[in-house]
Nanobody, 115 residues
């Protein structure tokens, strides 16, 4: 069955960096575009970044453009999100998924940006 396991979140000060990882299994990873999303309680899930099958094309939400970088390793079935210059408004639970997204979502990883 499909599994998406996010990791790498934590508490970081404004201006700091984190690298999130998402280990995927249960489907042919290299055949799907992948995405990162984030969500806060009571708010809709927000698309943060997309990456194409080969990794050659990436797309970002305006709110993270220039600060976040999505990448993937098809040999490891893993997608990454490098987050730099973090702001308090980046605080959220971060999730990965395919793109278009599947109904299944992993448990996410909490990112808290606070001094």
């Amino acid at each position: 069955q499909v599994q998406l396991v996010e990791s790498g979140g934590g508490l970081v000060q404004p201006g700091g960096s984190l690298r999130l990882s998402c280990a995927a299994s249960g489907f042919t990873f290299r055949s799907y575009a992948m995405s990162w999303h984030r969500q806060n309680p009571g708010k809709e899930r927000e698309l943060v970044a997309l990456i194409s099958l080969s990794g050659g094309t990436t797309t970002y939400a305006d709110s993270v453009k220039g600060r976040f970088t999505i990448s993937r390793d098809n040999a490891k079935n893993t997608v990454y999100l490098q987050m730099n210059s973090l702001k308090p408004e980046d605080t959220a639970v971060y999730y990965c998924n395919t793109y278009p997204t599947r109904a299944y979502w992993g448990q996410g990883t909490q990112v808290t940006v606070s001094s």
